[in-house]
């Protein structure tokens, strides 16, 4: 298609609320972090609608995103709500289901939702203090009678166990408190430990399909884990493994209620049978044109290779003709340390030095030119030699 992912930066800023006009329209603009930390709802106080933003949805709140990402504060999402509860709207319009009319309707859903917000972040502390682990207070925590059936509370997207380990995790991290869990033993060496004592392959495939015909297919999937966490059984077993494990996929997925939780089920079975997932090409390119140019810098400092690096000190400076800015890129054994501090970059004389113009840097990251041809056309200068350059990008894991 010909769409485009892009930034815009904003042009107007507020702290906490703001007060626009909008073809007549008297509107207020409050920030309520909630869902994410950007999360702006607005009021319409002649009408007293609300749009809550992604704050509220029928469905249970996604207090984790099982994709991977940041840490989401349960009690200030719960604050978001209290601030639209104090608004006693007559007309709610989510962003993502139908709109609520009537006062007593939308505070028979607000309420509800924030206090099951609470209530999964309180009892998981709760628990925490009694020195259970997430997985054990997971077990244990369910909604109470007068949520748990809550049309705005059913699992359809975010769920109560998830929520529970995001809480515990947000609050203590990574360790479960077991001593085990120290220092774990590499995933493939521990794979084999358990198969020897099982007593081999075959054994785990025997349980795995004896789980299946069991309906235990949440352990069919664990047992197959076994033997393909091992790396290096024999072709035959690991294609029977994989089979029993597209079997208890597909028919978890059928049973999930929340759709990131199924749709995971049949990625994870597609992804097993060879499906690549990658990021496309058009879609790259957009990112890198769209950010902001250090950005770029600060994101080569995640893919550098420390151990091609390990020994290496690398001063580099990108100077830019048509913004005026210069950034420097110190490789220090091991890491990459990204400045545009005017001190620094000038502090010595770089061992290399790009000059170019924003565009044209963008165009080369993107792959979109070649800085070979860039180098011959001018567009690109470095000092010593475009050689230095390309020593310089390949530290970086860029693929």
């Keep these: 298609g010909s769409a485009t992912v892009s930034y815009i930066y904003p042009t107007i800023t507020f702290n906490k609320k703001m007060s626009i006009t909008l073809a007549g329209i008297d509107l207020d603009l ?66 993502h289901t139908r709109p609520v009319y009537g006062k007593d309707n939308i505070m028979n859903i607000l309420v509800p939702y924030r206090d099951a917000i609470q209530f999964v972040h309180d009892q998981t502390v709760r628990y925490m203090n009694k020195g259970l682990t997430a997985q054990e207070i997971a077990d244990i925590i369910q909604l ?48 084999n430990l358990y198969l020897e004592v099982i007593g081999g392959c075959n054994k785990v495939l025997e349980a795995a399909s004896k789980a299946i015909k069991n309906d235990n297919h949440q352990w069919a999937i664990q047992m197959t884990d076994l033997i393909l966490d091992s790396g290096n059984q024999p072709e035959q077993a690991t294609q029977k493994a994989k089979e029993i494990r597209s079997e208890a996929l597909l028919v978890l997925a059928s049973r999930e209620v929340s759709a990131p939780g199924m749709n995971w089920y049949f990625t994870e079975d597609l992804v097993m049978k060879g499906l690549s997932i990658v990021p496309s090409k058009k879609g790259r390119s957009q990112r890198i044109k769209a950010g902001d140019i250090k950005n770029l810098f600060m994101m080569l400092s995640v893919m550098l290779d420390s151990e091609a690096t390990k020994d290496t000190i690398l001063r580099t400076v990108f100077e830019f003709t048509d913004t005026g800015r210069k950034i ?41 030119k070649n800085a070979v041809a860039a180098y011959a056309s001018g567009e690109l200068k470095v000092k010593p030699s475009l050689a230095d350059l390309s020593r310089f990008m390949g530290y970086f894991d860029t693929k």
């Design 30 to 95: 409050i920030h309520a972090p909630g869902e994410t930390n950007d999360q702006i709802i607005v009021w319409y106080p002649k009408k007293q609608i609300l749009f809550p933003a992604d704050n509220v949805y029928q469905a249970f709140p996604n207090l984790y995103a099982i994709r991977g990402t940041m840490h989401r504060d349960t009690l200030q999402w719960a604050r978001a709500i209290d601030i639209m509860i104090k608004l006693k709207p007559e007309v709610m319009i989510p962003q």
């Design 144 to 191: 109470p009678p007068h949520l748990i059936k809550h049309p705005y509370l059913i699992e359809y997207y975010g769920t109560v166990e998830w929520s529970v380990k995001a809480v515990y995790h947000g609050y203590i991290g990574w360790f479960s408190g077991r001593a085990g869990d120290l220092h774990p033993l590499p995933k493939t060496q521990e794979a």
């Design 328 to 368: 420097l890129v110190l490789i220090r054994r091991g890491i990459a340390i990204v400045s545009e501090d005017h001190d620094e970059v000038t502090e010595e004389a770089p061992e290399i030095l790009v000059t170019t113009t924003d565009t044209a840097w963008r165009q080369i990251f993107a792959q979109e």
